[in-house]
């Protein structure tokens, strides 16, 4: 069964920390691993990654991945208080049915 | 910035009646989405759409149903409402795209409270 693991579930740190989730997957025929951002609503697209070692990198929040050992890991430097969200991992996996399968989240609180 | 459209944004409605939640996409995206969302829970795929007349159940059971008459409006009803239905309901889209690039755009859900 097609799996998506991210860890850990919850984190809270301190304005100018650096913070690494993680996500690990078992999924057959990977496409591609995707990062989204959840604040009060609905989930914004962060990063999409399909090749291994390639990092994706957007202001302060950069992401890799990792297809031999099966994972990913999104940083973020410098955190500010407005990165408090929950950071979901999803995986696009067998088939041409664009779906994909999330992981629980981890949710991130920045403190000031 | 995505054009995918949910109503109502809140809906709360007693035990029983019928609802339909609305999904509206201005991106000719061919493939659209239903997800359930439980506080602090990860999103559970229930229905999703190929395309024009094409319906697929997901991935969580769920006792909705939907329909795809148009490209770009994929409702999802709920014939007798109950509270365990009660959750925040998020549709999304995603085109062709080429291999790898299913990026799916998100609404900004509807909060189902079924009393």
């Known amino acids: 069964e097609d799996k998506v693991v991210q860890s850990p579930l919850s984190l809270v740190v301190h304005e100018g920390d650096t913070v690494t989730l993680n996500c690990s997957y078992e999924v057959t025929n990977f496409r591609s691993l995707l990062w989204y951002k959840q604040e009060k609503k609905a989930p914004t697209f962060l990063f999409m990654l399909?090749?291994?070692?390639i990092e994706k990198k957007s202001g302060r929040l950069s992401s890799i991945l990792d297809k031999k050992e099966l994972f990913s890991i999104l940083n973020i430097t410098a955190t500010q208080t407005g990165d408090s969200a929950i950071y979901l991992c999803?995986?696009?996996?067998?088939?041409?049915?664009?779906?994909?399968?999330f992981g629980q989240g981890t949710t991130l609180q920045v403190k000031p | 910035e995505a054009d995918i459209y949910q109503t109502p944004r809140y809906l709360v409605i007693g035990t029983g009646k019928k609802i339909t939640l609305e999904c509206s996409q201005t991106?000719?995206?061919?493939?659209m989405y239903w997800y359930q969302q439980d506080p602090g829970m990860e999103l559970h795929l229930i229905h999703y759409s190929y395309g024009v007349n094409s319906t697929e159940k997901g991935d969580l059971s769920s006792e909705s149903t939907v329909s795809r008459i148009r490209t770009e409006h994929f409702p999802l009803t709920l014939e007798s409402a109950r509270p365990s239905h009660t959750s925040q309901y998020l549709c999304?889209?995603?085109?062709?795209?080429?291999?790898?690039?299913?990026?799916?755009?998100f609404g900004p859900g509807t909060r189902l409270t079924v009393t």
């Open positions: 991106m000719g995206h061919d493939k």
């Open positions: 999304a889209s995603s085109d062709h795209g080429s291999y790898g690039s299913y990026e799916q755009y």
């Open positions: 999803a995986v696009h996996g067998s088939g041409n049915t664009g779906k994909l399968i």
């Open positions: 399909t090749s291994s070692g």
